[in-house]
């Protein structure tokens, strides 16, 4: 067990050294990289400004978003009048597609409840 615990301390030692040493060029790097999404100046009221800005612009969007939605839950409806003429791939994908949404519903509801299977803490 000690002998595990020098060599995790010995690994960490290592890592650290490489980060120290080539940290601040790949730091560099990616602002190299990236500049084009740098504001100048760097300060709190461009980041507050940039933050109004994504609020409203997604706000904005609702509307777009809103008429998606019902053209996608028309097409949904008109699928299910005519379900008889359902190829079997379309059928299955369907099936995938609530399985999935139900599965996601219960591993929320896992999470949601602190990893428990029964609710209880214990």
Avoid at 33 to 55: E, M, R
Avoid at 95 to 122: K, Q, S, W
Wanted: net charge positive; with cysteine; hydrophobic share 40%.
């Amino acid at each position: 067990m000690a002998s595990k615990l020098q060599q995790l301390q010995s690994k960490a030692w290592q890592a650290s050294q490489f980060v120290a040493k080539h940290g601040t060029a790949y730091y560099k790097q990616l602002l190299d990289q990236n500049k084009q999404y740098i504001q100048n100046p760097p300060t709190v009221d461009t980041c507050n400004l940039l933050s109004k800005q994504l609020f409203y612009t997604r706000l904005a969007s609702l509307p777009v978003r809103y008429e998606a939605f019902w053209k996608e839950l028309d097409y949904v409806k008109h699928m299910w009048r005519n379900r008889q003429e359902l190829k079997a791939e379309e059928a299955t994908t369907a099936a995938l597609f609530g399985l999935e949404c139900f599965a996601l519903f219960c591993v929320g509801e896992i999470v949601g409840r602190g990893f428990t299977i029964t609710g209880y803490h214990v």
